[in-house]
């Protein structure tokens, strides 16, 4: 069930108008879209997938963008923070808001 979800989410993620990644527990990233692919400058000779933030940004950024992802794995929760990103290709830093939510096949009522 878990594979077709996720199968779906890469659909819909391109469909989007918001810049949109997903991540494991462990912070690998498991899939992109391209809005936010171009957003964060990811050039498409570079697979992100696998990779972790620190694999993508500098230090500091990839530390606060961890510690983030962890907040929202620990507490379930749907959580909220502005993030500052340095374009990977031009240096530009750019400013998201980056609203994080737990992805989960279990249902809720």
């Known amino acids: 069930m878990e594979e077709k979800a996720f199968k779906y989410l890469e659909i819909v993620a391109q469909l989007l108008p ?12 498991l899939g992109v ?5 171009r957003s964060v ?8 997938v696998g990779k972790t933030a620190s694999d993508v940004y500098p230090k ?4 606060k963008i961890s510690q983030h992802n ?3 794995i620990a507490s379930g929760e749907v959580l909220y923070q502005e993030e500052a990103i340095a374009d990977i290709t031009t240096g530009e830093i750019k400013y998201f808001n980056a ?7 279990s249902r809720h009522c």
Request: hydrophobic share 40%.
């Open 99 to 105: 609203f994080k939510a737990p992805f989960s096949n």
């Open 41 to 48: 400058g990811i050039p498409y000779n570079f697979d992100p």
């Open 70 to 72: 962890q907040k929202v």
């Open 33 to 37: 879209n391209n809005l936010f692919r």
């Open 60 to 63: 500091d950024m990839a530390e």
């Open 18 to 29: 918001i810049p949109i990644y997903w991540l494991d527990k462990n912070n690998l990233m």
